[in-house]
């Protein structure tokens, strides 16, 4: 798990400053801190607040409200199932359920070596190659339950 | 997959900023003999997400190596190019000049495409695209039937170019119709060419786009241009093929509308979803700043605008307009009451213009082409064209740009290719969750603004999602509502507790728990909802469930009355059972099934063991004799 430590905080500072410490960048420079450690730690949040000169609530609140955010640490390979319509016609609750099984986590879960997170995004605009499911930014289309599991696998050879 | 911009100068990159109108005309003019003089081979391979999901890099790799292999990578030039729209045989490459079409390349196919085509000029039989209708082979582009009934004068010019390349746009013709805009017209003749256009929202309302221009225009303050990027309709992806393939073009869009209304700042508010869309804008907007047709004193005009990026955080609400612009305030993406529509007070409180992706990339077509033009195309309320994503079960999946008032049955049979494996359509669902599935009587119908209202769906921004007899309509409301339900900002206790209470009733349908009078229930929500919410996704929220029982009561009344789903989704209400008339015997069931639920000898009927049973589908999915049947 990361804890103070391993926050590069020249890395946060140099966030802060590409948006000019802007209060209407917060959910921006969130997203960019979110790329780092594919979580918000709650240990920034102190630094926002002075920074950009907002309340703490409006940093829990942008954070709660906006999906792409996380409080709570992830894993290493952010495992999204595409949920949307076209996916979901051509099956993807299959797809989700295969990976649940597989990764013995339920939805919204992450594994306990930190190593996947698998959560339900809600189409990716790649309809035409449903069911999909992306890896972090890697995009995997035309999947079934084997070829999906396949995949995960390919992510870690140690991961069974 | 990740495809990175070629961030390399070229030779012809080299051009320093754009002083005035002339000097961009006599770079045109130089890139169009440049190309010419070339003349050589082109390979334009797919570089969109899409055909990315299934491989591009690599092939893109292996082509690169395998053309320097024979000593030709100097002959050759190979394109990464913006979506071509035939997603669904991706990765596509594509040979010119001839337009010899390649679908499903994969690495190993390279050095046969190498070898025969590029250096004997021969076909690969192999690789030539058979029509899955005709069950022809098809061997050029613009002969693919996907292709021909197409009218393509916003997404055309995507296969084409170089999404990362500003001068493959402007050897086309880019940013003409901003130097007309800048120098041949005053705000007022922008404003009337796109009102004569008759052009209406591609984003979901349809709302008339001149007179929101108007209406910005007559209000004082700092005016903001934004572009709507935060396309959440799921299932509809028409908006990031033209952000990632031809980003220029909705750039060029937006900086004519600047001028029309009075901007200096803009924002395209685009999803984090969208990865390549915001790296190939990003590139855009830094590339028409090199050349001067962005930022200040664009083409030496004295006119100013620029554009930031702000990324979503995946919320749907945030593409509605007031919510969009709390998001881009830094606050939760909340919608407010509009009473003062943002044309007034929008962003930072000032007049705010906002159009969608697809709406500024007819701009520029509108002011070359002129307003007459563009109104020939379409309907009477509708006017130009119309880009679909027509997806889920159909045969062609991909992006579709159709004018105006084309037929359904055109769009999904001629141009879609119909059902794949014989099955019966069902529906058509447009409009996102926002809109409503439209059954097989209205398949004539000319899909434009007004007849999709008429019918009780919308346009949205353009999803066409093909439902066939396998697909549960009740199944399908439920899974709007709950996406409504998780995507529902949570303010106004219409929306919030409305939607709820109508998925807790479809989700007791879908168990086998629906009791008599729950159809006139969610009849009733439906109304309160659409009638008493404060924002557009409430209002129309309801749709889906209406629509479906309005064309499919009966599909209702079954699972309720007869505690069966007929198109065999919801678990609780069928089961498998093995036809004996049509069962040969052959044992592929048997050896897929993973709870061993089915026996049998080879050549003889086999048994289901209902106990066994977890109706996972893949006996039914697999069966090639139709012999697993839902009961």
């Given at each position: 798990m990361e804890n103070i430590a391993t926050i590069d905080w020249d890395e946060i500072d140099r966030i802060i400053e590409k948006y000019d410490a802007s209060r209407e960048a917060l959910l921006m420079i969130m997203?960019?801190?979110?790329?780092?450690?594919?979580?918000?730690?709650?240990?920034?949040?102190?630094?926002?607040?002075?920074?950009?000169?907002?309340?703490?609530?409006?940093?829990?609140?942008?954070?709660?409200?906006?999906?792409?955010?996380?409080?709570?640490?992830?894993?290493?390979?952010?495992?999204n199932v595409c949920t949307g319509t076209a996916c979901h016609v051509r099956g993807a609750d299959k797809i989700m359920d295969a990976l649940q099984?597989?990764?013995?986590?339920?939805?919204?879960?992450?594994?306990?070596?930190?190593?996947?997170?698998?959560?339900?995004?809600?189409?990716i605009g790649c309809c035409a190659s449903g069911p999909v499911i992306t890896v972090n930014q890697e995009t995997h289309g035309g999947l079934d339950r084997a070829t999906a599991v396949k995949t995960i696998k390919g992510y870690n050879e140690n991961v069974s | 997959m990740s495809l990175k911009p070629m961030e390399k100068t070229r030779p012809d990159q080299a051009t320093a900023k754009l002083e005035n109108k002339e000097a961009l005309e006599e770079l045109r003019n130089s890139l169009q003999v440049m190309s010419r003089e070339k003349g050589k081979r082109l390979i334009s391979l797919c570089a969109g997400s899409g055909c990315?999901?299934?491989?591009?890099?690599?092939?893109?790799?292996?082509?690169?190596?395998?053309?320097?292999?024979?000593?030709?990578?100097?002959?050759?030039?190979?394109?990464?190019?913006?979506?071509?729209?035939?997603?669904?045989?991706?990765?596509?490459?594509?040979i010119h000049p001839e337009g010899i079409f390649y679908p499903q390349v994969k690495e190993d196919h390279i050095p046969d495409i190498v070898e025969e085509t590029i250096k004997n000029g021969n076909l690969v039989k192999s690789l030539v695209f058979k029509d899955p209708a005709s069950k022809q082979k098809i061997s050029h582009e613009h002969d693919v039937p996907f292709y021909k009934l197409q009218k393509r004068i916003i997404f055309g010019n995507n296969g084409l170019i170089d999404p990362t390349s500003i001068e493959d746009y402007i050897s086309v013709g880019g940013y003409s119709?901003?130097?007309?805009?800048?120098?041949?017209?005053?705000?007022?003749?922008?404003?009337?060419?796109?009102?004569?256009?008759?052009?209406?929202?591609?984003?979901?309302?349809?709302?008339?786009?001149g007179i929101k221009w108007a209406t910005c225009a007559r209000h004082a303050g700092d005016r903001y241009v934004i572009c709507n990027a935060d396309e959440g309709d799921p299932g509809a992806y028409m908006d990031r093929s033209l952000l990632e393939g031809n980003p220029h073009s909705v750039l060029e869009g937006m900086i004519i509308g600047a001028i029309a209304v009075g901007s200096h700042e803009g924002y395209v508010y685009v999803r984090h979803e969208y990865p390549l869309a915001v790296k190939n804008f990003s590139f855009a907007l830094k590339n028409a700043r090199r050349l001067g047709l962005l930022g200040e004193n664009i083409l030496g005009s004295g006119f100013d605008y620029d554009i930031h990026i702000s990324r979503g955080g995946?919320?749907?609400?945030?593409?509605?307009?007031?919510?969009?612009?709390?998001?881009?305030?830094?606050?939760?993406?909340?919608?407010?009451?509009?009473?003062?529509?943002?044309?007034?007070?929008?962003?930072?409180?000032?007049?705010?213009?906002?159009?969608?992706?697809?709406?500024w990339a007819n701009v520029p077509v509108i002011i070359n082409k002129g307003a007459d033009w563009f109104a020939s195309i379409g309907t009477e309320g509708s006017k130009g064209t119309k880009i679909f994503s027509l997806v889920g079960k159909?045969?062609?999946?991909?992006?579709?740009?159709?004018?105006?008032?084309?037929?359904?049955?055109?769009?999904?049979?001629?141009?879609?290719?119909?059902?794949?494996?014989?099955?019966?359509?069902?529906?058509?669902?447009?409009?996102?969750?926002?809109?409503?599935?439209?059954?097989?009587?209205?398949?004539?119908?000319?899909?434009?603004?007004?007849?999709?209202?008429?019918?009780?769906?919308?346009?949205?921004?353009?999803?066409?999602?093909?439902?066939?007899?396998?697909?549960?309509?009740?199944?399908?409301?439920?899974?709007?509502?709950?996406?409504?339900?998780?995507?529902?900002?949570?303010?106004?206790?219409?929306?919030?507790?409305?939607?709820?209470?109508?998925?807790?009733?479809?989700?007791?349908?879908?168990?086998?728990?629906?009791k008599e009078g729950d159809i006139e229930l969610l009849e009733e929500i439906g109304d309160m909802v659409a009638k008493a919410s404060l924002c557009g996704l409430g209002t129309s929220a309801p749709n889906p469930v209406l629509t479906t029982i309005r064309y499919f009561r009966d599909e209702y009344e079954a699972h309720i009355r007869d505690k069966k789903c007929p198109a065999g989704v919801c678990k609780p209400l069928f089961y498998y059972e093995i036809d004996a008339e049509k069962c040969t015997g052959c044992t592929l069931c048997a050896r897929k099934c993973p709870e061993q639920a089915i026996s049998g000898e080879k050549k003889k009927v086999h048994r289901l063991d209902r106990e066994k049973c977890i109706k996972c589908g893949i006996c039914y999915d697999g069966c090639k004799f139709d012999a697993i049947v839902v009961k």
């Amino acid at each position: 798990m990361e804890n103070i430590a391993t926050i590069d905080w020249d890395e946060i500072d140099r966030i802060i400053e590409k948006y000019d410490a802007s209060r209407e960048a917060l959910l921006m420079i969130m997203q960019d801190i979110s790329d780092m450690y594919n979580y918000v730690p709650p240990e920034v949040i102190p630094v926002l607040v002075e920074k950009l000169g907002v309340r703490k609530s409006l940093v829990y609140s942008v954070a709660t409200f906006y999906k792409t955010i996380s409080l709570e640490p992830r894993g290493k390979y952010i495992v999204n199932v595409c949920t949307g319509t076209a996916c979901h016609v051509r099956g993807a609750d299959k797809i989700m359920d295969a990976l649940q099984d597989h990764l013995h986590i339920k939805e919204g879960e992450t594994t306990d070596d930190l190593l996947f997170t698998l959560e339900a995004v809600r189409c990716i605009g790649c309809c035409a190659s449903g069911p999909v499911i992306t890896v972090n930014q890697e995009t995997h289309g035309g999947l079934d339950r084997a070829t999906a599991v396949k995949t995960i696998k390919g992510y870690n050879e140690n991961v069974s | 997959m990740s495809l990175k911009p070629m961030e390399k100068t070229r030779p012809d990159q080299a051009t320093a900023k754009l002083e005035n109108k002339e000097a961009l005309e006599e770079l045109r003019n130089s890139l169009q003999v440049m190309s010419r003089e070339k003349g050589k081979r082109l390979i334009s391979l797919c570089a969109g997400s899409g055909c990315g999901a299934y491989g591009t890099a690599k092939v893109h790799k292996a082509l690169i190596a395998e053309l320097a292999k024979h000593g030709i990578q100097d002959d050759v030039e190979v394109k990464l190019s913006g979506c071509h729209g035939f997603c669904e045989k991706g990765p596509i490459l594509v040979i010119h000049p001839e337009g010899i079409f390649y679908p499903q390349v994969k690495e190993d196919h390279i050095p046969d495409i190498v070898e025969e085509t590029i250096k004997n000029g021969n076909l690969v039989k192999s690789l030539v695209f058979k029509d899955p209708a005709s069950k022809q082979k098809i061997s050029h582009e613009h002969d693919v039937p996907f292709y021909k009934l197409q009218k393509r004068i916003i997404f055309g010019n995507n296969g084409l170019i170089d999404p990362t390349s500003i001068e493959d746009y402007i050897s086309v013709g880019g940013y003409s119709a901003l130097e007309k805009a800048l120098f041949d017209m005053t705000p007022g003749d922008i404003i009337d060419q796109v009102k004569k256009s008759g052009l209406r929202g591609r984003g979901g309302g349809g709302f008339p786009t001149g007179i929101k221009w108007a209406t910005c225009a007559r209000h004082a303050g700092d005016r903001y241009v934004i572009c709507n990027a935060d396309e959440g309709d799921p299932g509809a992806y028409m908006d990031r093929s033209l952000l990632e393939g031809n980003p220029h073009s909705v750039l060029e869009g937006m900086i004519i509308g600047a001028i029309a209304v009075g901007s200096h700042e803009g924002y395209v508010y685009v999803r984090h979803e969208y990865p390549l869309a915001v790296k190939n804008f990003s590139f855009a907007l830094k590339n028409a700043r090199r050349l001067g047709l962005l930022g200040e004193n664009i083409l030496g005009s004295g006119f100013d605008y620029d554009i930031h990026i702000s990324r979503g955080g995946g919320a749907f609400v945030c593409g509605e307009s007031t919510a969009l612009m709390a998001s881009l305030e830094g606050n939760p993406g909340r919608p407010r009451a509009k009473y003062i529509h943002t044309v007034e007070k929008g962003f930072r409180e000032n007049p705010s213009l906002l159009n969608n992706v697809e709406t500024w990339a007819n701009v520029p077509v509108i002011i070359n082409k002129g307003a007459d033009w563009f109104a020939s195309i379409g309907t009477e309320g509708s006017k130009g064209t119309k880009i679909f994503s027509l997806v889920g079960k159909v045969v062609n999946t991909g992006l579709v740009e159709v004018p105006m008032g084309t037929s359904l049955r055109t769009i999904i049979y001629d141009i879609g290719g119909g059902i794949p494996k014989k099955k019966k359509f069902k529906a058509v669902q447009t409009g996102g969750p926002s809109g409503g599935c439209i059954p097989e009587q209205f398949l004539d119908m000319g899909v434009d603004f007004d007849e999709l209202t008429q019918v009780g769906s919308m346009m949205g921004s353009g999803g066409m999602i093909v439902m066939d007899q396998d697909t549960c309509m009740v199944d399908v409301a439920r899974y709007f509502l709950d996406f409504l339900k998780e995507e529902s900002c949570g303010q106004c206790n219409p929306c919030r507790e409305g939607i709820k209470h109508m998925l807790q009733v479809l989700t007791d349908i879908c168990a086998g728990d629906g009791k008599e009078g729950d159809i006139e229930l969610l009849e009733e929500i439906g109304d309160m909802v659409a009638k008493a919410s404060l924002c557009g996704l409430g209002t129309s929220a309801p749709n889906p469930v209406l629509t479906t029982i309005r064309y499919f009561r009966d599909e209702y009344e079954a699972h309720i009355r007869d505690k069966k789903c007929p198109a065999g989704v919801c678990k609780p209400l069928f089961y498998y059972e093995i036809d004996a008339e049509k069962c040969t015997g052959c044992t592929l069931c048997a050896r897929k099934c993973p709870e061993q639920a089915i026996s049998g000898e080879k050549k003889k009927v086999h048994r289901l063991d209902r106990e066994k049973c977890i109706k996972c589908g893949i006996c039914y999915d697999g069966c090639k004799f139709d012999a697993i049947v839902v009961k």
